[in-house]
C-alpha cells in the first residue's frame, strides 16, 4: 500500500525559508513521479511543483519558480520542497502527491490534481506579513 507523509510547515515570517519534506513507502521510489500542490482558503488547488526520476528536470508552478526548489533523497524515499523568499500569498495548505507508475512527465500532465494516485495528507504554511 502507497503512503505519503508529509512533514514540516507551521509559520514563518514574509522572506523567510521553510521547508517541507514527502516521505513515500509502498512502492520502489524511482517508479514515482512526485508533485507539490497547495490549497490557500477559498482557491482551487495549485500545482506548485513535481519531480521524477524519468527526467532530470524540476517543473514548477509560475508562481514559485525562482524562489521553491525541490530535492530527492532516494535513500530516505523521500522528495523536500524548499521555499524561500516566502510571500504571504505562499499561505496554504500544502500536499504531496505521486503517481504510480510514472510513464510520462510532460509538464501538462504533471500539473494536473487528477493525474496523481496517491496524497498525503497536507500540511499548512502560514506566512506571515
Known amino acids: 500500500q502507497v503512503q505519503l507523509v508529509e512533514s514540516g510547515g507551521g509559520l514563518v515570517q514574509a522572506g523567510g525559508s521553510v521547508s517541507l519534506s514527502c516521505t513515500t513507502s509502498?512502492?520502489?521510489?524511482?517508479?514515482?513521479?512526485v508533485g507539490w500542490f497547495r490549497r490557500a482558503p477559498g482557491k482551487e488547488r495549485e500545482f506548485v511543483a513535481a519531480?521524477?526520476?524519468?527526467?532530470?528536470?524540476?517543473h514548477y508552478g509560475d508562481s514559485v519558480k525562482g524562489r521553491f526548489t525541490v530535492s530527492k533523497d532516494k535513500d530516505a524515499n523521500t522528495v523536500t520542497l524548499h521555499m524561500n523568499s516566502l510571500k504571504a500569498e505562499d499561505t496554504a495548505t500544502y500536499y504531496c502527491a505521486a503517481k504510480l507508475p510514472a510513464i510520462t512527465f510532460a509538464q501538462d500532465v504533471v500539473m494536473a490534481v487528477t493525474w496523481y494516485d496517491y496524497w498525503g495528507q497536507g500540511t499548512q504554511v502560514t506566512v506571515s506579513s
Open positions: 509502498g512502492a520502489r521510489f524511482s517508479d514515482y513521479a
Open positions: 519531480v521524477s526520476d524519468l527526467d532530470p528536470n524540476t
